[in-house]
């Protein structure tokens, strides 16, 4: 039997089409499956969980560590330097040598001074007898005048004599003071050729060599810095919007870059009233005392600070992510008010929460909730819910940012 060309490829065509339509059918019911199942599975993609743990609500800033007692010790005269018997590092005790300059030269003054006072005081011992000769014959004077056996002018010239004499033995002993007062003061130049230590510590930094001309005349040269060790002082660095929740005495602990896990703890000393401007940020220092008996912590070093303002152990945690809008009306002893989105049976319900520490990644549920609990994560402007974030938007207003 032979089959018709034409009548096989019209069926053939037919065939094509009705595999088509199928094709079609079945993507098409699959697409309203996904999207189903994406609908069922998308609210559980954002279900948080309140769980048990420990909080801490704390101020982080940047330090810098420098020993909490130490003085700079400089020449108060000029001179050259000519025996340094301490080094970086060494241990010194108050009161140890530590330097000493030149002396010649004050050594002089002090002779010079020295010679000076004795040629005034015999000075002052001659005109002392003069005065002792002008009182003796003004009084026979006097006597005589009562009976007319000297002149008038005699017993006036006698009288000017031995006032005369007074006065110029006053003034050769306040000439004498004056030049004790210079050598007081060049003695005391001659012992600042000798450097004592004010206080015992080490010897942190030397800024001075062996031989080298120090000049006092204008500001005083420093040459080496001793400090106390074991104890030392960070300085931190906190921003005007961080600074009114510290106080004195806070608690605060800190590490360093090169510590590990290690802590070392402290409190606030002081909060400087003066900021530092820095890239047009306003900066306030912030002074913490640490002990340092071990002499692991050094001068300069930086230091990661956590300024504790509060903590909880054992707590209803829930991720902040879950906080919705601020309601204030709502605050009462146990805490801030907070709107979340509790899951239940039905789907979900708007909930009053009280909050109280928080921080960027957790809250402390006072009230609202069990542990256990299930709770929406409230989507940003930004988050489209599937995981992808889109190019701009802003976080809802109450939820901070993560």
């Known amino acids: 039997m032979q089959t018709n060309p034409i009548s096989f490829g019209g069926r053939l065509k037919r065939y094509r089409w009705l595999l088509l339509a199928m094709l079609t059918l079945t993507a098409g019911i699959a697409g309203v499956e996904h999207f189903k199942n994406k609908e069922k599975t998308q609210p559980e993609n954002n279900l948080l969980t309140v769980t048990i743990g420990d909080l801490e609500e704390a101020v982080t800033a ?69 005065v002792v000769f002008a009182r003796q014959l003004f009084e026979r004077n006097r006597k005589l005048m009562d009976s007319k056996g000297v002149s008038e002018q005699d017993y006036q010239n006698s009288e000017f004599n031995y006032k005369k004499a007074v006065a110029t033995a006053e003034a050769n002993q306040a000439q004498i003071e004056q030049v004790q007062s210079t050598l007081s003061g060049d003695r005391t130049n001659l012992g600042y050729t000798k450097i004592f230590a004010p206080m015992d510590g080490t010897v942190v930094s030397r800024s001075a060599r062996l031989g080298q001309t120090l000049n006092a005349n204008q500001t005083t040269p420093m040459i080496l810095q001793l400090a106390k060790l074991d104890a030392m002082t960070v300085r931190a660095q906190v921003a005007e919007a961080d600074v009114m929740r510290l106080k004195p005495d806070m608690p605060v602990y800190f590490t360093t870059l090169g510590s590990g896990e290690r802590r070392w703890h402290g409190s606030v000393r002081q909060i400087l009233p003066s900021p530092e401007v820095v890239n047009n940020v306003v900066l306030y220092n912030v002074l913490v005392d640490v002990e340092n008996r071990d002499r692991q912590l050094m001068s300069g070093m930086s230091t990661q600070m956590f300024f504790v303002l509060g903590t909880a152990k054992q707590v209803k945690l829930l991720p902040t992510a879950a906080l919705g809008l601020r309601h204030p009306e709502a605050d009462n002893e146990q805490g801030k008010g907070f709107m979340v989105k509790a899951a239940n049976a039905d789907g979900s319900e708007d909930k009053i929460v009280h909050i109280g520490l928080q921080t960027r990644r957790f809250a402390e549920v006072r009230d609202g909730l069990e542990d256990g609990a299930k709770v929406f994560a409230m989507l940003r402007k930004n988050d489209t819910g599937n995981g992808k974030k889109k190019d701009k938007g802003y976080p809802m207003r109450g939820v901070p940012r993560l």
Not at 74 to 83: C, D, M, N, R, S
């Open 62 to 130: 940047q330090g810098k560590l420098e020993p909490k007692e130490y003085v700079e010790v400089g020449a108060q005269v000029t001179g050259q330097l000519q025996k340094l018997y301490v080094d970086i590092g060494d241990e010194v005790t108050a009161g140890q040598l530590l330097v000493e300059i030149d002396p010649r030269v004050y050594a002089a003054r002090v002779q010079a001074d020295e010679a000076n006072i004795k040629n005034l005081r015999a000075q002052l011992s001659g005109q002392q007898a003069n």
